[in-house]
């Protein structure tokens, strides 16, 4: 409900609702994503659903209405809230840094098998490549405390920061390397408390893997990420080359690699890793396609 004098327009909790889901009708999802904006930056849905008539703060309305016009841009709505949750817990995501997905929980599940199947008698050493929010190293950190090394790689400079407070925000133990994984140099980093060279047990990564193709072609939502968190290379399996046989000559015998992979690229990528000298392939799924490679070192 509206009211006031034409220079004053006050508005109710219920109107202020009504008025960003009415900004976003149209859109999928429109009910959730005007709620989670109007909790953003107005109040809980308790108070909505308890006090609707309580009158609603003018700056707070006027923020939530120019979020809610953003998105009908196609603004992602994680940047707006600024976090999102990732299995079960919650990432701080800005401009800059790629969203976690579901189907990355897929590949927290692959490797949890085989971080299982490891023989326990000392810390697995494991690597987070191209680790953007940390969400991969954190929540397998985080899931097997005490169990792991945690090692995390990220190039970018607008995405570190986000990845030093997830780290921090979670409490995990794991450090963090700026560098492009590509360099060889960075493998300098892998050694023990003695100042050992280490091998690594474990690699771990959600690499960029769109071709110049399919970046020619993303859906409006996905433009506003960065491109450096997507494209691959020409044909998208330039990270897996480079991982496979650079971070590959890394690994200890019978070492793992879980990647996740487009759901058109399994053949490619089993090529490459045989090519490398990996076997045991397995291929895990997300809503029916081919999204997780693992494979062990001989
Ligand atoms: C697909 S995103 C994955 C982020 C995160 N691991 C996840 O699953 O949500 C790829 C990440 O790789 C980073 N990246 C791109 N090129 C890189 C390079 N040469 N070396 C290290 N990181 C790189 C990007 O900045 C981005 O954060």
Redesign the pocket.
């Known amino acids: 409900m509206t009211s006031g004098t034409a220079d004053t327009i006050t508005m109710d909790l219920n109107g202020a609702y009504k008025k960003i889901n009415s900004i976003l009708s149209g859109m999928a999802d429109s009910g959730f994503d005007a709620l989670c904006i109007f909790e953003q930056f107005i109040t809980k849905r308790e108070e909505l659903l308890a006090f609707s008539e309580r009158e609603c703060d003018e700056t707070r309305l006027q923020r939530a209405v120019n979020a809610a016009h953003r998105r009908t841009e196609g603004y992602p709505l994680q940047y707006i809230l600024g976090e999102w949750e990732?299995y079960g817990r919650t990432f701080k995501v800005g401009e800059?840094?790629?969203?976690?997905?579901p189907d990355?929980e897929t590949?927290i599940d692959e490797a949890q098998r085989i971080i299982d199947s490891f023989d326990g008698k000392r810390r697995m050493v494991c690597a987070?490549?191209?680790?953007?929010?940390?969400?991969?190293?954190i929540t397998l950190e985080r899931n097997n405390p005490g169990k792991l090394r945690m090692y995390a790689?990220?190039?970018?400079g607008?995405?570190f920061p986000y990845?030093v407070d997830n780290i921090g925000r979670h409490g995990a133990e794991i450090v963090m390397i700026r560098?492009?994984?590509?360099?060889g140099v960075l493998l300098d980093n892998f050694i023990d408390d003695d100042g050992e060279e280490m091998g690594i047990d474990l690699i771990v990564?959600?690499?960029?893997?769109l071709s110049e193709k399919e970046m020619d072609e993303l859906q409006k939502e996905v433009t506003f990420e960065?491109s450096?968190?997507?494209?691959g290379g020409a044909d998208g399996l330039q990270?897996y080359r480079?991982i496979s046989r650079l971070w590959g000559e890394m690994l200890n015998k019978c070492g793992a690699i879980v990647f996740?992979i487009g759901e058109t690229q399994r053949a490619d990528v089993e090529k490459i890793l045989l090519e490398c000298g990996f076997c045991d392939i397995n291929i895990v799924q997300y809503a029916g396609m081919d999204r997780v490679i693992s494979a062990r070192k001989r």
């Open positions: 990732f800059g840094v790629l969203i976690p997905r990355t590949l987070d490549l191209c680790a953007g929010s940390g969400c991969i190293g790689v990220e190039l970018s607008d995405v990845l560098g492009d994984i590509s360099n990564s959600n690499p960029p893997y960065p450096m968190a997507l494209y990270f480079v996740e």
